[in-house]
Structure formats: C-alpha cells, structure tokens
C-alpha cells in the first residue's frame, strides 16, 4: 500500500501562483509514474501533468508553458509548480502514483483561482 499527503491548494488571484506538493509512503518502490490530476464538478477528472521515474513529463495542453511538475526521488515527493494561474484552473487537485498493479489517489486538495 502507498498512502499519499497532499498540501498547498489554496485560494489566488487569476496571473498568481501555487505549488502543490505530494508526499508519498508505504510500498513506494513499486511507483513508477507520479502525477497530478484534477476535477470540478459534473466533470471527469483529467490529466494534467505527470513524471516516470527517468523525468519523462507529459502535460495537459492547457496548462503548457504554465505548470511544471518534478519529482524528489530522495523524498519520495512529486509537486506541481502552477504559474499564471486562471480561473479556469479552479478544480480539486488529486495525487496519484502508478507502478504495476499500484494506482493510488490521493484525498484531493482544493485550487481556487479568482478573477
């Protein structure tokens, strides 16, 4: 099992920034993938970032050039710089990290980006 913390969600100003930051611990040798998705409500969650363990990212197009994401492997952290925010980033934030049979969530954390 992996259990996931997450922190850093937050309420900010449309052009501000935020960085989210998941802790991960319990069986993490087998993770391989590291990645953050999102939802609002009546919404599917999507993809909107994600790092193997060789640093291969891939990103949502609507938040190219605005977000990065990196990993700790030492820290077993993986945490998504979100720049020039807009409102439409507004949506809980979910970790998850995959390995083999590994898919685990975290609980979410809440981005609020006023206009």
């Known amino acids: 099992q992996v259990q996931l913390v997450e922190s850093g969600g937050g309420l900010v100003q449309a052009g501000g920034s935020l960085r989210l930051s998941c802790a991960a611990s319990?069986?993490?040798?087998?993770?391989?993938?590291m990645g953050w998705y999102r939802q609002t409500p009546g919404k599917q969650r999507e993809l909107v970032a994600d790092?193997?363990?060789?640093?291969?990212?891939t990103y949502t197009d609507s938040v190219k050039g605005r977000f990065t994401i990196s990993r700790d492997n030492a820290k077993n952290t993986v945490y998504l710089q979100m720049n020039s925010l807009k409102p439409e980033d507004t949506a809980v934030y979910y970790c998850n990290v995959k390995g083999g049979p590994l898919d685990a969530w975290g609980q979410g954390t809440l981005v609020t980006v006023s206009s």
């Open positions: 790092v193997t363990s060789g640093g291969r990212t």
């Open positions: 319990g069986s993490i040798f087998s993770i391989l993938v």
